[in-house]
């Protein structure tokens, strides 16, 4: 069901962009919009693991160094059928985790060392399966094409605002030009990006699901995700917004509004469907 939400999410971003793309912009100022959008997100995805590993100043580590972290990647790497990734630890007392990585074959699972010393064995399983999960799926390929359609809709309206704004330019009423373009400029941008959340949330459900079907235990992960969002809140992450989707749960606090914009489903809910699996 996620997935097919995933899809349908995914060609909805799509189809604003070429119909936005066309009203504002035409055809020509659609493909730059796309080929500098891509170029920017394909320089992060082909180097994400690098950039991220390096922001958070993780340090590598192995079966000799961190022998139940590894062993419990190793096992579960094994089990999904993926190459061992690998492996490292951020000096971090706030508890949480990622995957990145281009594909399985260059994918990397790092921890902090709070999460290392707050969960249990199978409370850990279930968070490094999480993240294999998104590994597995290709997540990092979903999120870097999601970004890449809607960052070129947002460079595209900044384009067109520009040239109205400077030169008085635009399309003509029929073709979106006037009030109507500037609105679209405004709302299609937002509209974007709450798309492109929606896609990142779905992925952590699927990622959720996925990691429980692998341990087989969906009570053990549906404990860390709470023992997690407590931790979090005790001890905050000094963590980048950029950043924020790619941790097991959101580093960054914030409900009411903020919530719209928010990378990770809610919590609670990702633990009611956790128990609704162990329940059958």
């Known amino acids: ?42 320089l992060s995805y082909w180097f994400s693991d690098k950039i991220v590993l390096a922001m958070y100043r993780a340090q590598p580590v192995d079966p000799v160094s961190a022998p139940r972290l590894y062993a419990i990647v190793e096992r579960l790497a094994r089990r999904r059928n993926l190459p061992t990734p690998r492996v490292y630890v951020i000096a971090d007392p706030a508890p949480n985790a990622f995957a ?13 060392e709070g999460i290392v010393r707050l969960l ?16 597995a799926n290709r997540d990092m390929l ?4 999601a970004a ?7 460079i595209l309206a900044r384009i067109f605002a ?26 299609a941008p937002i509209a974007a990006l709450l798309i492109q959340l929606a896609i990142s949330r779905s992925r952590e459900y ?24 407590h931790g979090n809140e005790m001890v905050p992450m ?11 749960v959101s580093p960054l606090t914030g409900g009411g509004i903020l919530s719209l914009f928010s990378t990770h489903p809610p919590i609670e809910d990702r633990i009611a469907r956790l128990q609704r699996m162990a329940m059958g």
């Open 206 to 229: 699927q990622a959720d699901a996925s990691a429980a079907e692998l341990t087989g235990n969906p009570l053990g992960l549906a404990r860390a995700l709470a023992k997690l969002q």
């Open 100 to 112: 990145t990585g281009r594909n399985p074959q260059h994918a990397v699972v790092a921890v902090t």
């Open 148 to 154: 890449t359609m809607a960052g070129a809709l947002m």
């Open 162 to 187: 520009y040239s109205t704004f400077f030169f008085g330019g635009g399309r003509d009423e029929r073709d979106g030009g006037g009030l109507g373009a500037l609105f679209m400029v405004i709302l």
């Open 1 to 42: 069901m996620n997935f097919v939400k995933t899809v349908l999410l995914m060609g909805l971003l799509t189809g604003l962009f070429v119909w936005v793309g066309d009203m504002l912009g035409g055809r020509s100022g659609m493909i730059i919009a796309l080929v500098l959008a891509a170029g920017m997100n394909l």
């Open 120 to 135: 249990s064995e199978e409370e850990l399983e279930g968070v490094i399966a999480h993240e294999l999960s998104h590994v």
């Open 238 to 248: 000094e963590a980048q917004p950029a950043t924020a989707h790619m941790f097991t």
């Open 142 to 145: 979903i999120g870097a094409i």
